[in-house]
């Protein structure tokens, strides 16, 4: 009998502690930072975007929970997937234009993601900067539920990557300054 209990406790540990490995899906377009983009294009001209950095780093997953990886379905850094999210808003835009002379560049300074139940987020500090000499930094974050299930947790986590990822594009384009770059 104790065997069994034994058994039960440490099959139901793994299963509760454990999960598989989450891919994050592809990115979808957000209608308002696609809305926002288009205002601004009415005044500014097109841009093209450089390669956006995470110093150094080249993270393409973050693990969970210590039990499991999330990240990019293809490998791609994730300093690359917010690239080309932002790449995807411009085109639908119609700001994009990679022979443009105002070039954009991003470093994600800090990519952060909890799993804690009650304080679930990605976080994101990103230093913005344009072919002009003009930068700024912008910082957000973006809470989701959690759950106490580490599989289930990852896979929130997983699945709550896009939305963050359209807030902080969200947060770059509505920022004051962000017209200063496309001078």
Not at 18 to 35: E, F, H, L, Q, R
Not at 55 to 66: A, H, I, N, P, T
Request: glycine share 6%; net charge positive.
């Amino acid at each position: 009998m104790k065997r069994f209990i034994l058994s039960v406790l440490v099959f139901g540990s793994m299963a509760l502690f454990t999960g598989c490995a989450n891919k994050v899906p592809a990115y979808a377009i957000s209608t308002n930072n696609v809305v926002n983009l288009q205002g601004l294009s009415k005044d500014n001209g097109k841009v093209n975007l450089n390669n956006f950095t995470d110093s150094g780093r080249d993270e393409s997953k973050v693990m969970c929970r210590l039990a499991t990886p999330v990240g990019t379905a293809s490998g791609e850094t994730f300093a690359s997937y917010i690239e080309n999210a932002f790449k995807k808003e411009l085109l639908v835009a119609g700001m994009y234009d990679p022979k443009s002379n105002i070039t954009i560049s991003a470093n994600i300074d800090k990519l952060y993601g909890s799993t804690t139940i009650g304080n679930a987020y990605w976080e994101f500090t990103v230093t913005v900067k344009s072919s002009n000499g003009t930068s700024y930094q912008v910082h957000t974050r973006y809470d989701y539920e959690s759950s106490f299930s580490a599989m289930s947790a990852c896979s929130e986590m997983q699945r709550s990557f896009v939305p963050a990822v359209q807030k902080l594009i969200g947060d770059i384009v509505q920022n004051s300054k962000f017209v200063d770059l496309l001078k």
